[in-house]
């Protein structure tokens, strides 16, 4: 009887809600090895035993909550990259490698949550617009060292378009998940930040595609992705539409907006597309 009821999985939103945690973080513990879960059916689930366990052990460290630990914490990035210290960064990431790091770990693990810590200062009124600019600025030449490191052997797996939505001018969420999804054997086409709707329509026309993808940074560009998901549809309705960036925190989310999938993160996004590439393949 308290087997099957440990057993018993429920669904990662669910978990997190029993964890009283965001659901970005129960993910975070998932990514970071913190919270066993299984991934089915594009979803993340997580056994009732594993929730006890997680909640009981909470109090014991066992690595940072934001999976980086040793040389080179996000505090110390962080304060790098507001003060435009590339070099200084690049030391912290360069120790981390040699600790046996993967690049793309440093991507979505360290400087993603560096720069969402940034977010977080701006939004408190510690930090600046400029400061932002500024750690931006660096996080994308960082982004060029760490990117060509990414790629791991394998066959080629067809081209993805990236895109980030018009007027959207976050360009680092989506330039991660390029370079993951380029180093996995994908030919990425990658529009970057502000992508005019007929710049899309080109390239969908173009390009024979495994998939497509828009980045949304903020609530402020929700309505012009839904433009966006209705033009990649009356261009190209067969190419599977991927959802995802700052902005957007759920499956639910990206599918209410018009599209087929979501992905938490540029690991979760590879993931998804893996899945994608083998159901197309599949078909005649
Ligand atoms: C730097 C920054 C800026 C810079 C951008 C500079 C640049 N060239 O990129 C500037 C100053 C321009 C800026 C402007 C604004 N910003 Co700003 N910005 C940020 C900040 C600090 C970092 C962005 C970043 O690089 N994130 C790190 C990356 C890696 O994000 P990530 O979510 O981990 O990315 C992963 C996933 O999202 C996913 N993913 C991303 N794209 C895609 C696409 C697909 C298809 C898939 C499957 C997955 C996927 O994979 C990524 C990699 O693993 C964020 C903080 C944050 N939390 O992100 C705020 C933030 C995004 N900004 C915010 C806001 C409100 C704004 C402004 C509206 C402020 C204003 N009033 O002017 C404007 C809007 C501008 C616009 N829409 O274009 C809010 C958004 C809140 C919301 N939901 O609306 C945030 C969250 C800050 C905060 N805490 O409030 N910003």
New binding site residues.
């Given amino acids: 009887m308290a087997d099957d009821a440990d057993a018993r999985e429920v669904e990662l939103t669910e978990a997190a809600r029993r964890l009283r945690v965001h659901y970005m973080t129960a993910y975070r513990y998932v990514r970071t090895g913190q919270l066993p879960a299984a991934r089915r059916g594009g979803r993340w689930w997580v056994t009732a035993r594993a929730i006890s366990d997680f909640r009981s052990e909470r109090g014991r460290p066992r690595v940072a909550s934001d999976g980086v630990s040793g040389a080179g914490s996000p505090a110390a990035l962080v304060r790098r990259l507001v003060q435009g210290d590339e070099g200084g960064c690049w030391q912290l990431l360069q120790a981390q490698l040699e600790n046996g790091r993967e690049p793309q770990r440093l991507l979505?693990e360290g400087l993603?949550v560096a720069?969402?810590r940034?977010?977080?200062a701006?939004?408190a009124g510690v930090l600046t617009?400029a400061d932002?600019?500024r750690?931006?600025a660096v996080?994308l030449r960082l982004l060029a060292r760490l990117g060509p490191m990414c790629v791991r052997p394998g066959r080629p797996r067809g081209a993805v378009l990236?895109a980030c939505v018009p007027?959207?001018?976050?360009?680092?969420?989506?330039a991660?998940?390029a370079a993951v999804v380029r180093g996995a054997g994908y030919t990425v086409v990658e529009l970057g930040?502000d992508t005019p709707l007929a710049a899309l329509e080109e390239t969908l026309t173009a390009q024979h595609l495994v998939a497509a993808?828009?980045?949304v940074?903020?609530?402020?560009?929700l309505e012009a992705c839904r433009e966006a998901v209705r033009t990649v549809r009356g261009v190209a309705p067969t190419v599977p539409l991927?959802?995802?960036?700052?902005?957007v925190t759920s499956e639910q989310q990206a599918r209410d907006l018009g599209a087929d999938r979501?992905?938490?993160?540029?690991h979760d996004?590879l993931v998804v597309l893996d899945e994608v590439w083998a159901d197309r393949r599949q078909r005649p």
């Fill in positions: 979505t993603a720069m969402r940034i977010g977080d701006w939004a617009v932002e600019h750690a931006t996080a990236l007027g959207e001018q976050h360009s680092l969420p989506s991660i998940v930040a993808g828009l980045s940074g903020s609530d402020d560009r991927l959802v995802g960036g700052p902005a979501w992905a938490a993160d540029a996004a």
